[in-house]
């Protein structure tokens, strides 16, 4: 019988998650890894199989402990002014809750497929709830202008987050999201 493992692996998970999100998957090696979570190599190894595999694990545990949270807040906004306040409210911490996600979609989508998978599920779903917002429905018609703003929508928050990071200034992100929700509003 081998000895019981000395870590929580669902701990070793978020804070990787957290080490990738700030450092990207090519900027956190196999040594950052075991000095940042505490792991000896081989446990690593043994537990996740690779540093991929911590990566697709930690990208996992993002969505659903971070994203899906924040698209439920979205989804039950009353207006789109509360919906793009949410979303940007939810990056005023160190890791903010869209971060690993964007990380991965710029780094590895384009050259990972379970990547490109996991990013685009949870931008779809993003997307579907600021439709949700915009409409008051939850249709997914590709025919209505909603889907498309909702999209459009989506892609200029997840640009006010990446300038935030750019920038390390939040606030004109948060101004810059209060004027796009004031224009969408209602008149």
Do not use: C
């Not at 998650?17 to 998957?25: G, T």
């Not at 950052?32 to 595999?53: E, P, Q």
Request: aromatic fraction near 4%; glycine fraction near 8%; proline fraction near 4%.
């Amino acid at each position: 019988m081998g000895r019981p493992r000395g870590f929580d692996e669902t701990e070793v998970i978020a804070a990787a998650a957290a080490l990738f999100a700030n450092r990207a998957y090519d900027g956190v090696s196999v040594d950052d890894l075991v000095t940042h979570l505490g792991v000896h190599r081989n446990s690593l190894y043994k537990t996740f199989g690779s540093k991929r595999g911590l990566y697709l694990a930690a990208l996992r545990w993002h969505v659903k402990h971070q994203v899906q949270p924040l698209i439920s807040e979205v989804g039950a906004a009353r207006d789109i002014d509360e919906a793009v306040r949410g979303t940007l409210a939810a990056h005023n911490d160190d890791v903010g809750a869209l971060d690993l996600l964007l990380m991965a979609a710029t780094e590895r989508a384009p050259v990972d497929e379970e990547v490109r998978t996991e990013v685009s599920a949870a931008l779809h779903a993003l997307d579907r709830a600021v439709s949700t917002v915009l409409t008051g429905t939850t249709s997914d018609n590709g025919d209505q202008p909603a889907p498309a703003l909702a999209e459009a929508l989506t892609s200029a928050l997840i640009g006010l987050r990446l300038r935030a990071r750019a920038t390390a200034s939040p606030t004109e992100s948060d101004l810059a999201g209060a004027a796009l929700a004031r224009h969408l509003g209602p008149a």
